[in-house]
């Protein structure tokens, strides 16, 4: 309503990546896994042993394999200079109570992708509605160079040929990897409710500058030298020239402008 609408911001947050499979389905799938570099590296991990995608349906083996996840995703971020959230016990204690609520067979999507039967991935995520959400990956850094994700990426795309699923949603980032797969983006935007009045007013206009990075040039400096730390971890000082010549030229060739135009003819029914 229009007197709600003007108490109310909205703060441009981040994109949210899908791969929307309504149209073309076999064509995009067939894309998806004809992609060289997953089908390299799952090739290379076939080397080692038996590969396999397995979604545990059981509640008992599920909250076995919780505590090796976690800390699976601990090692992962920690390697990247990141902290894991699985740091933080409610995280954990959240994670596990979707475990006992959700339908393990159904709704709930907890995946492990052994090499002769050991855990080297992770996926928890979800399904409902024609929809796999792709949520929370992890994997074993043992395996690094072996791009176990793009693996068990390219594994979860095998599991949904046969499932009813009409998305694939990568959910809300602007990591690298979703762009490489997606098909379709969205922007994503924080909705702020405020009260009338001038301290409301004062309140809102500094809330939006603090919520766009404006008012806080330090915090965007600090931010900047932690990605830079982070790449020094993994390339070294003398390797990051080449390794943000590499990511330049990568962003130049898959950099992609998109328009999106939706038209409904006068007095047709609305899309579902």
């Known amino acids: 309503p229009e007197p709600l609408r003007r108490q109310m911001t909205l703060v441009p947050a981040k994109t949210a990546a899908d791969i929307d499979l309504r149209a073309r389905r076999e064509e995009v799938l067939r894309e998806l896994l004809e992609k060289k570099r997953p089908l390299q590296f799952k090739r290379k991990l076939e080397k080692l042993g038996r590969l396999e995608l397995r979604h545990l349906e059981d509640r008992a083996e599920i909250r076995r394999h919780l505590p090796l996840f976690f800390r699976q995703h601990i090692q992962r971020w920690a390697m990247a200079g990141e902290t894991s959230a699985f740091l933080q016990e409610p995280t954990r204690r959240l994670f ?153 030229f990568r962003r130049f060739v898959y950099r992609r402008v998109e328009v999106c135009l939706y038209a409904r003819a006068a007095g047709a029914a609305p899309a579902d």
């Open 96 to 248: 596990a109570a979707w475990a006992d609520a959700l339908d393990p067979a159904a709704e709930l999507r907890f995946a492990a992708l052994t090499l002769d039967g050991r855990p080297i991935a992770y996926h928890f995520g979800f399904e409902t509605h024609g929809k796999f959400i792709f949520y929370k990956p992890t994997f074993d850094v043992a395996y690094w160079d072996y791009s176990v994700g793009t693996v068990l990426i390219r594994k979860l795309f095998e599991y949904i040929q046969d499932r009813p699923v009409h998305t694939f949603d990568l959910t809300i980032g602007g990591e690298e990897y979703k762009r490489r797969f997606a098909n379709h983006e969205a922007a994503v935007y924080r909705g702020l409710f405020y009260a009338r009045g001038p301290r409301a007013m004062a309140r809102r206009w500094g809330d939006a500058r603090v919520l766009r990075g404006r008012s806080d040039p330090w915090e965007a400096l600090a931010a900047r030298a932690r990605r830079l730390r982070s790449a020094a971890r993994r390339h070294g000082w003398a390797g990051l020239p080449g390794a943000a010549l590499r990511a330049g």
